[in-house]
């Protein structure tokens, strides 16, 4: 299934020519909750799969577009856990702090 994946993906290579999750699932003759998985071993695999729900899933032309992706999934990281300090009545600092002291 990966060498399938990787094969899909050389047509979409740039943000601009990115591929939406459904259109890559059907592709791959897979669900989208099997592809999200897929999609951690090929980065696992070293490759620099981007995603973004505005362009779908595309390989990083240029170094600008990995950025991107890794600052956007940062911040979705972070709103995840801005949401995580409030449900447990904390700052978001100390949350931090506590999840540093258990790496």
């Not at 020519?17 to 699932?25: K, Y």
């Not at 990995?66 to 447990?88: G, I, P, V």
Request: aromatic share 4%.
């Amino acid at each position: 299934m990966l060498s399938k994946f990787i094969t899909v993906m050389q047509n979409h290579i740039g943000r601009d020519l990115g591929i939406r999750g459904e259109d890559l699932a059907d592709a791959l003759n897979t669900t989208t909750r099997e592809l999200r998985t897929l999609t951690d071993l090929v980065i696992d695999e070293g490759i620099l799969l981007c995603s973004h729900p505005s362009y779908g899933y595309w390989i990083a032309l240029n170094a600008e577009e990995l950025e991107a992706t890794c600052q956007f999934h940062r911040s979705r990281a972070l709103h995840e856990l801005a949401k995580e300090a409030k449900l447990r009545k904390i700052g978001l600092a100390d949350l931090l702090g506590q999840l540093h002291l258990r790496t």
